[in-house]
Protein backbone atom coordinates (compact mmCIF):
# COMPACT_ATOMS: atom_id res chain seq x y z
CA UNK A 1 0.00 0.00 0.00
CA UNK A 2 1.24 3.05 -0.95
CA UNK A 3 2.28 5.31 2.11
CA UNK A 4 1.84 9.06 3.16
CA UNK A 5 4.96 10.75 2.07
CA UNK A 6 7.19 11.56 5.19
CA UNK A 7 8.61 14.77 3.85
CA UNK A 8 8.83 17.35 5.98
CA UNK A 9 8.19 19.68 3.00
CA UNK A 10 5.49 17.64 1.17
CA UNK A 11 3.58 17.05 4.77
CA UNK A 12 3.30 20.77 5.17
CA UNK A 13 1.92 21.50 1.95
CA UNK A 14 -0.27 18.69 2.56
CA UNK A 15 -1.54 19.83 6.01
CA UNK A 16 -2.12 23.57 4.71
CA UNK A 17 -3.96 21.91 1.63
CA UNK A 18 -6.42 19.85 4.41
CA UNK A 19 -6.30 23.00 6.66
CA UNK A 20 -9.01 24.59 4.93
CA UNK A 21 -12.81 23.67 5.07
CA UNK A 22 -13.27 24.38 1.70
CA UNK A 23 -10.55 21.47 0.31
CA UNK A 24 -11.61 19.33 2.83
CA UNK A 25 -15.33 19.30 1.67
CA UNK A 26 -13.43 18.47 -1.96
CA UNK A 27 -11.42 15.95 -1.17
CA UNK A 28 -14.46 13.98 0.77
CA UNK A 29 -16.59 15.25 -2.46
CA UNK A 30 -13.92 12.93 -4.79
CA UNK A 31 -13.61 9.57 -1.95
CA UNK A 32 -16.99 7.89 -4.05
CA UNK A 33 -15.21 8.76 -7.60
CA UNK A 34 -14.00 11.02 -9.92
CA UNK A 35 -16.59 14.51 -10.07
CA UNK A 36 -16.18 16.97 -13.14
CA UNK A 37 -15.15 20.41 -12.45
CA UNK A 38 -18.69 21.90 -12.82
CA UNK A 39 -19.89 19.30 -10.33
CA UNK A 40 -17.27 20.42 -7.97
CA UNK A 41 -18.04 24.25 -8.53
CA UNK A 42 -21.51 23.36 -7.60
CA UNK A 43 -21.04 22.59 -4.28
CA UNK A 44 -18.18 24.86 -3.52
CA UNK A 45 -18.76 27.96 -5.29
CA UNK A 46 -16.78 28.39 -8.96
CA UNK A 47 -15.26 31.99 -7.98
CA UNK A 48 -12.47 29.55 -6.09
CA UNK A 49 -12.39 26.63 -7.91
CA UNK A 50 -9.48 27.04 -9.85
CA UNK A 51 -7.28 28.05 -6.89
CA UNK A 52 -8.61 25.72 -4.32
CA UNK A 53 -7.58 22.67 -6.87
CA UNK A 54 -4.17 23.96 -7.59
CA UNK A 55 -3.43 23.45 -3.88
CA UNK A 56 -4.73 20.06 -3.67
CA UNK A 57 -2.85 19.06 -6.87
CA UNK A 58 0.39 20.92 -5.76
CA UNK A 59 0.05 18.56 -2.40
CA UNK A 60 -0.05 15.95 -4.58
CA UNK A 61 -3.78 14.83 -3.92
CA UNK A 62 -5.92 15.09 -6.74
CA UNK A 63 -5.16 14.60 -10.74
CA UNK A 64 -6.66 17.11 -12.81
CA UNK A 65 -7.46 15.67 -16.58
CA UNK A 66 -9.31 18.24 -18.70
CA UNK A 67 -12.62 18.51 -16.91
CA UNK A 68 -12.29 15.66 -14.48
CA UNK A 69 -10.69 15.41 -11.09
CA UNK A 70 -10.04 12.52 -8.83
CA UNK A 71 -7.89 11.94 -6.02
CA UNK A 72 -4.46 10.94 -6.75
CA UNK A 73 -2.91 7.30 -5.04
CA UNK A 74 -1.67 9.41 -3.02
CA UNK A 75 -4.79 11.36 -1.58
CA UNK A 76 -6.90 7.92 -1.58
CA UNK A 77 -4.15 6.91 1.13
CA UNK A 78 -3.92 9.81 3.11
CA UNK A 79 -7.67 9.35 3.07
CA UNK A 80 -7.66 5.92 4.11
CA UNK A 81 -5.24 7.13 7.05
CA UNK A 82 -6.88 9.34 8.16
CA UNK A 83 -10.04 6.98 8.51
CA UNK A 84 -8.52 4.27 10.27
CA UNK A 85 -6.84 6.43 12.66
CA UNK A 86 -10.62 8.21 13.60
CA UNK A 87 -12.18 4.14 13.92
CA UNK A 88 -9.32 3.23 16.25
CA UNK A 89 -9.75 6.18 18.28
CA UNK A 90 -13.54 5.51 18.55
CA UNK A 91 -12.99 2.56 19.75
CA UNK A 92 -10.69 3.31 22.52
CA UNK A 93 -13.93 6.53 23.63
CA UNK A 94 -16.17 3.38 24.65
CA UNK A 95 -13.36 2.56 26.84
CA UNK A 96 -12.74 5.94 28.78
CA UNK A 97 -13.71 6.32 32.35
CA UNK A 98 -16.00 9.72 34.11
CA UNK A 99 -13.01 12.63 35.04
CA UNK A 100 -12.26 14.63 38.04
CA UNK A 101 -11.01 17.72 38.31
CA UNK A 102 -8.29 18.11 40.96
CA UNK A 103 -8.05 21.66 42.78
CA UNK A 104 -6.39 24.91 41.33
CA UNK A 105 -3.00 24.82 40.97
CA UNK A 106 -1.53 27.98 40.31
CA UNK A 107 -2.85 31.62 39.41
CA UNK A 108 -0.79 34.40 37.95
CA UNK A 109 -1.35 37.34 35.93
CA UNK A 110 -2.27 36.85 31.88
CA UNK A 111 0.34 38.43 29.80
CA UNK A 112 -2.18 40.35 27.35
CA UNK A 113 -3.63 41.60 30.09
CA UNK A 114 -2.62 42.03 33.80
CA UNK A 115 -6.25 42.00 34.95
CA UNK A 116 -6.88 38.96 34.27
CA UNK A 117 -5.39 35.88 35.85
CA UNK A 118 -3.89 32.40 34.52
CA UNK A 119 -4.85 28.97 36.02
CA UNK A 120 -3.57 25.69 36.01
CA UNK A 121 -5.55 22.59 37.16
CA UNK A 122 -5.20 18.70 36.73
CA UNK A 123 -7.84 16.17 35.08
CA UNK A 124 -7.91 12.74 36.26
CA UNK A 125 -7.52 10.15 34.78
CA UNK A 126 -5.92 12.07 31.52
CA UNK A 127 -7.79 12.02 28.57
CA UNK A 128 -4.65 10.60 26.06
CA UNK A 129 -6.04 9.04 23.05
CA UNK A 130 -9.54 10.24 23.45
CA UNK A 131 -9.06 14.05 23.50
CA UNK A 132 -9.08 14.74 19.81
CA UNK A 133 -12.60 13.35 20.11
CA UNK A 134 -14.02 15.49 22.13
CA UNK A 135 -13.04 18.60 19.58
CA UNK A 136 -17.29 18.51 18.20
CA UNK A 137 -18.23 19.41 22.13
CA UNK A 138 -17.39 22.87 22.44
CA UNK A 139 -18.54 25.42 19.22
CA UNK A 140 -15.00 26.87 19.24
CA UNK A 141 -12.04 24.23 19.52
CA UNK A 142 -9.12 22.52 17.67
CA UNK A 143 -7.11 19.75 18.30
CA UNK A 144 -3.31 20.32 17.71
CA UNK A 145 -1.57 17.30 17.27
CA UNK A 146 1.71 18.70 17.50
CA UNK A 147 0.86 19.24 21.01
CA UNK A 148 -1.68 16.88 22.00
CA UNK A 149 -3.75 19.83 23.26
CA UNK A 150 -7.11 20.53 22.85
CA UNK A 151 -7.86 24.38 22.87
CA UNK A 152 -11.13 25.68 23.52
CA UNK A 153 -12.33 29.52 22.93
CA UNK A 154 -15.26 31.18 24.66
CA UNK A 155 -15.19 34.64 24.11
CA UNK A 156 -11.92 36.04 25.88
CA UNK A 157 -11.55 33.13 27.69
CA UNK A 158 -8.91 30.59 26.45
CA UNK A 159 -9.05 26.91 28.00
CA UNK A 160 -6.32 24.38 27.20
CA UNK A 161 -6.76 20.60 27.91
CA UNK A 162 -3.22 18.35 27.26
CA UNK A 163 -3.53 14.53 27.06
CA UNK A 164 -1.27 14.37 29.75
CA UNK A 165 -4.45 15.29 32.05
CA UNK A 166 -2.77 19.38 32.70
CA UNK A 167 -5.71 21.99 32.13
CA UNK A 168 -4.65 25.53 31.88
CA UNK A 169 -6.85 28.67 31.50
CA UNK A 170 -6.37 32.29 30.24
CA UNK A 171 -7.70 35.20 30.64
CA UNK A 172 -10.05 34.90 33.96
CA UNK A 173 -11.95 37.41 36.43
CA UNK A 174 -10.93 35.52 39.36
CA UNK A 175 -10.52 32.08 40.97
CA UNK A 176 -14.31 31.16 41.41
CA UNK A 177 -14.72 32.16 37.47
CA UNK A 178 -12.59 29.70 37.37
CA UNK A 179 -13.97 26.66 39.44
CA UNK A 180 -17.25 27.53 37.36
CA UNK A 181 -15.38 26.79 34.05
CA UNK A 182 -13.50 23.75 35.29
CA UNK A 183 -17.29 22.82 36.53
CA UNK A 184 -18.76 22.92 33.27
CA UNK A 185 -15.76 21.35 31.50
CA UNK A 186 -15.88 18.08 33.46
CA UNK A 187 -19.84 17.88 33.19
CA UNK A 188 -19.47 18.50 29.44
CA UNK A 189 -16.90 15.14 29.32
CA UNK A 190 -18.63 13.50 31.28
CA UNK A 191 -21.57 13.11 29.63
CA UNK A 192 -20.36 12.68 26.44
CA UNK A 193 -18.60 9.64 27.95
CA UNK A 194 -21.56 8.69 29.79
CA UNK A 195 -23.08 8.21 26.36
CA UNK A 196 -19.86 6.14 25.02
CA UNK A 197 -20.15 7.05 21.93
CA UNK A 198 -17.48 9.69 19.86
CA UNK A 199 -19.25 13.32 19.26
CA UNK A 200 -20.01 13.05 15.31
CA UNK A 201 -16.89 15.30 13.98
CA UNK A 202 -17.50 19.44 12.54
CA UNK A 203 -16.21 21.23 10.23
CA UNK A 204 -12.72 23.28 12.29
CA UNK A 205 -12.44 26.47 13.60
CA UNK A 206 -10.54 28.72 10.29
CA UNK A 207 -7.74 30.70 11.64
CA UNK A 208 -8.30 33.74 8.54
CA UNK A 209 -4.97 34.89 7.10
CA UNK A 210 -6.44 38.70 8.31
CA UNK A 211 -6.55 37.92 11.65
CA UNK A 212 -2.74 36.51 11.92
CA UNK A 213 -1.91 39.36 10.15
CA UNK A 214 -3.71 42.01 12.56
CA UNK A 215 -1.33 40.70 15.88
CA UNK A 216 2.04 40.14 14.06
CA UNK A 217 4.05 44.07 14.45
CA UNK A 218 3.71 45.30 11.22
CA UNK A 219 6.73 47.24 10.83
CA UNK A 220 8.43 44.95 7.73
CA UNK A 221 11.75 44.77 9.35
CA UNK A 222 12.41 41.95 7.52
CA UNK A 223 14.64 40.13 10.56
CA UNK A 224 12.29 37.00 10.19
CA UNK A 225 13.61 36.57 6.33
CA UNK A 226 10.28 37.66 4.64
CA UNK A 227 9.46 40.71 2.49
CA UNK A 228 7.43 41.89 5.34
CA UNK A 229 4.66 40.66 8.11
CA UNK A 230 2.41 40.07 5.22
CA UNK A 231 4.34 37.45 3.74
CA UNK A 232 5.35 35.99 7.18
CA UNK A 233 1.69 35.65 7.96
CA UNK A 234 0.87 33.67 4.90
CA UNK A 235 3.76 31.06 5.61
CA UNK A 236 2.85 31.12 8.95
CA UNK A 237 -0.44 29.63 8.30
CA UNK A 238 1.10 27.00 5.76
CA UNK A 239 3.23 26.46 8.97
CA UNK A 240 6.47 26.90 7.14
CA UNK A 241 7.70 29.43 9.57
CA UNK A 242 7.53 29.13 13.41
CA UNK A 243 5.92 32.31 15.37
CA UNK A 244 9.42 32.55 17.11
CA UNK A 245 11.04 33.75 13.76
CA UNK A 246 9.14 37.24 14.81
CA UNK A 247 11.38 38.82 16.94
CA UNK A 248 9.76 41.68 17.65
CA UNK A 249 7.19 39.71 19.20
CA UNK A 250 9.65 38.92 22.16
CA UNK A 251 10.12 42.80 23.21
CA UNK A 252 7.64 43.98 25.89
CA UNK A 253 5.53 46.11 23.72
CA UNK A 254 4.22 42.89 21.89
CA UNK A 255 3.79 40.72 24.80
CA UNK A 256 -0.17 40.65 24.70
CA UNK A 257 0.40 40.25 20.80
CA UNK A 258 2.43 37.32 21.18
CA UNK A 259 0.19 34.92 23.37
CA UNK A 260 -2.40 35.55 20.84
CA UNK A 261 -0.49 34.53 18.32
CA UNK A 262 0.36 31.43 20.16
CA UNK A 263 -3.52 30.74 20.57
CA UNK A 264 -4.06 31.12 16.60
CA UNK A 265 -1.09 29.36 15.60
CA UNK A 266 -2.69 25.92 17.20
CA UNK A 267 -5.87 26.62 15.51
CA UNK A 268 -3.79 26.52 11.87
Known amino acids: MLKVSENPNETKLVNFAMANGTRRKIINFLANGCRSTGEIGEIIGKETLDFHLRILQQAGLIELEEETVKLSEYGKSFLKNKTEKVEEKTVEFSQAKPIEIARIRQLSPCMADSSRLRVSANMTPPLGGILKLLEPLFP ?18 IITIYGSGKVSIRMIKN ?24 PAPREKVKVDLTEVYKYLPQTNCGKCGEQGCYSFAIKLMARQVALDRCTLLKEPEYTGNQERLQVLADYI
Open 175 to 198: ENEAKEELESLKSIINEAIAKGVA
Open 140 to 157: RSNYSDRKDSLIIQKGEI
